[in-house]
């Protein structure tokens, strides 16, 4: 039977300038699950609540103007409303061992 203290996977890490409490990192996905107008919603706090303990998740595609949009319900962190909503779903977890990266979304432009 395997020894949870005694297995890498959840020893501490150092990434850079972080600190990481295990060596579960979650890789970013498209989530759709902001809303309209790419709000960040409480719903995106309660998936990323659930999975706050690991060592590290990289959020998700998350576009830096209304141009970078590739699919519905897509979160952005171009306007007011949007990095409130971000603020709210980083917060949340104030106590939690968790980082959590936002991927930019870069789309190219075409044509
Ligand atoms: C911005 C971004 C969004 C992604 N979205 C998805 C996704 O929705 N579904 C998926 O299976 N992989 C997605 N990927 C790829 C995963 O991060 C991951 O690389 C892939 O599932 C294969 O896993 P592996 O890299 O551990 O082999 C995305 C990657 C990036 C950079």
Redesign the pocket.
């Known amino acids: 039977m395997s020894d949870l203290n005694n297995d890498v996977l959840f020893w501490s890490y150092k990434l850079g300038d972080l600190e990481l409490p295990n060596r579960i990192v979650m890789?970013?996905?498209?989530?759709s699950r902001a809303d309209e107008g790419g709000v960040p919603t409480p719903l995106m706090a309660e998936y990323y609540s659930q999975r706050a303990t690991a060592g590290l998740i990289?959020a998700?595609?998350t576009t830096i103007s209304a141009e970078g949009l590739a699919y519905d319900l897509m979160p952005g962190i171009y306007t007011d409303q949007q990095v409130a909503g971000w603020k709210s779903r980083t917060t949340r977890d104030g106590t939690s061992p968790c980082s959590s990266r936002d991927?930019i979304?870069l789309i190219e432009a075409r044509g």
Do not use: D, L, Q, V
């Open positions: 890789a970013p996905m498209g989530r990289i998700e595609a991927r979304w």
